[in-house]
């Protein structure tokens, strides 16, 4: 499976930043978003793993569709570098 440039600690980051909720069962990955009902679930990645561009997509994907963040602006948040 093709893997992005993206650490999950970076996506993991974004979300929190957005108000997710994360929980971990069974060893995978959860965020919650009660305001929106978006729920994403990921594999048991390590923060310093990069995602699949598949994970990479859907986030991206589902974030627009539920107007917390622009496909765009998913993108420019990923690849600012930090200050």
């Given at each position: 499976?093709k893997?992005?440039?993206?650490s999950?600690?970076?996506?993991?980051?974004?979300?929190?930043?957005?108000?997710?909720?994360?929980?971990?069962?069974?060893?995978?990955?959860?965020?919650?978003?009660?305001?929106?009902?978006?729920?994403?679930?990921?594999r048991?990645?390590?923060?310093?793993?990069?995602?699949?561009?598949?994970?990479?997509?859907?986030?991206?994907?589902h974030?627009?569709?539920?107007?917390?963040?622009s496909?765009?602006?998913?993108?420019?948040?990923?690849?600012?570098?930090?200050?």
């Amino acid at each position: 499976m093709k893997t992005s440039s993206v650490s999950f600690g970076q996506l993991r980051r974004l979300l929190l930043d957005l108000h997710f909720i994360e929980t971990r069962k069974d060893a995978f990955y959860r965020f919650e978003h009660p305001g929106s009902d978006t729920i994403l679930l990921f594999r048991p990645y390590t923060p310093d793993d990069n995602v699949t561009m598949q994970d990479l997509a859907t986030t991206r994907t589902h974030l627009d569709w539920r107007g917390l963040l622009s496909a765009h602006a998913f993108d420019d948040s990923l690849t600012r570098t930090p200050a």
